[in-house]
């Protein structure tokens, strides 16, 4: 085995029992009986256990960079900067995402404290801070950005993803740096974005992949039913519908067709806004709301589905009905 192997061994070893054990379970001992080798082998490559930490953050801080060059798209400064945010704040709840998440809210607070762990805190903040600058700069200079202090702006949207990671870390949720996210979508588009730049589309592959999930992992159980909704181009007082024909204990008699009908634009509709998420250059906040429209229409849609027709005994009985009205009404006109 190489030398340069077994330095790799070490490091995955390493990150391995960083995430499983914590800070303070985090010794080359332990190093070592992860990666199969003495701990003499882990100190020759990697003297200190600050050395160890050191090149392991190193070697997190390149992974990335590059899957950061991977994702991050778009030519103008305002999607780069939702694209960086995106990946960094909305980047799953995978057990990979979530251990870093966790170690770096770690490092954070024993920071104060522990000299190693300020410099590899640091280190980290300050990487994501030179590829924040390098876009905001460029922005700037290209004019799809305002003139304003790249210094600043930098700060602010770097403490903003510390945050949101901190966050994600605390919740084990991807859902819990969400409005964090929002806020620097409000802060690209509404404050930093040069009013005469030209509107770029706002979702990535992974937008549409999240916005979709949220829709397909939802059934509309406890969402609240849309009070109108734009069914064809006109409005339809869908939640009054609904009241009208789910107050009696069964569908009227000539109310089922009415209500087949209705359901059949409502699916029209719904397949629509899917279809728009998945294949049109919407922003994002258009996007969120067709997300929170599709999930009231399955409200809707399974509550019509759930009503029933009246029994046949029923049925015939109101027809009996009907037909004796009519017959009383054709008497006193005509008798």
């Known amino acids: 085995m190489s030398a340069q192997s077994t330095a790799e061994r070490i490091l995955t070893a390493a990150g391995d029992v960083l995430a499983g054990r914590g800070y303070d379970g985090f010794t080359t001992a332990a190093v070592a009986e992860a990666a199969a080798v003495s701990q003499g082998t882990v100190h020759h490559h990697f003297p200190t256990k600050a050395d160890l930490l050191a090149a392991l953050f190193a070697r997190g801080i390149e992974d990335v960079a590059e899957e ?7 030519e ?3 999607d780069r900067l939702l694209s960086l945010a995106d990946y960094m704040i909305n980047g799953g709840i995978e057990d990979e995402a979530l251990d870093v ?28 801070a030179d590829l924040v600058h390098e876009i905001v700069a460029a922005g700037v200079e290209q004019g799809t950005l305002r003139e304003v202090d790249a210094d600043a702006v930098t700060a602010l949207l770097v403490a903003a ?3 949101a990671e901190q966050e994600r870390a605390i919740h084990a949720d991807a859902e819990a740096g969400r409005k964090i996210y929002r806020g620097i979508v409000y802060l690209v588009e509404e404050v930093l ?19 979709l999930d949220r829709i397909y992992h939802n059934s509309g159980i406890g969402a609240s039913m849309p009070a109108k909704i734009d069914l064809d181009g006109e409005p339809f007082p869908l939640r009054e519908f ?3 024909v789910a107050d009696a204990d069964a569908i009227p008699p000539g ?15 719904r ?3 899917i279809q728009a998420i998945e294949r049109t250059a919407i922003d994002r906040e258009t996007a969120e709301r067709y997300v929170e429209e599709v999930v009231g229409l399955d409200r809707a849609i399974n509550a019509l589905e759930s009503l029933e027709d009246p029994p046949l005994e029923e049925q015939l009985r109101r027809e009996r009905v009907d037909r004796g009205a009519e017959l009383l009404d054709f008497v006193q006109r005509y008798g």
Do not use: K
């Open 161 to 163: 993803i510390d945050a």
């Open 101 to 128: 998440a966790r170690i770096s809210l770690e490092l954070r607070h024993r920071a104060m404290h522990d000299e190693t762990c300020r410099m590899l805190y640091t280190e980290a903040n300050a990487a994501l």
């Open 193 to 211: 974005r040069e009013e005469s730049a030209p509107a770029e589309p706002e979702l990535t592959d992974h937008d549409r992949e999240q916005l």
């Open 271 to 273: 397949l629509a806004r």
């Open 255 to 269: 109310t089922r067709g009415e209500i087949e009908e209705v359901l059949r634009r409502l699916r029209r509709t």
């Open 242 to 244: 609904f009241f009208e």
């Open 68 to 74: 950061i060059d991977d994702r991050v798209t778009g």
């Open 76 to 78: 103008a400064a305002t």
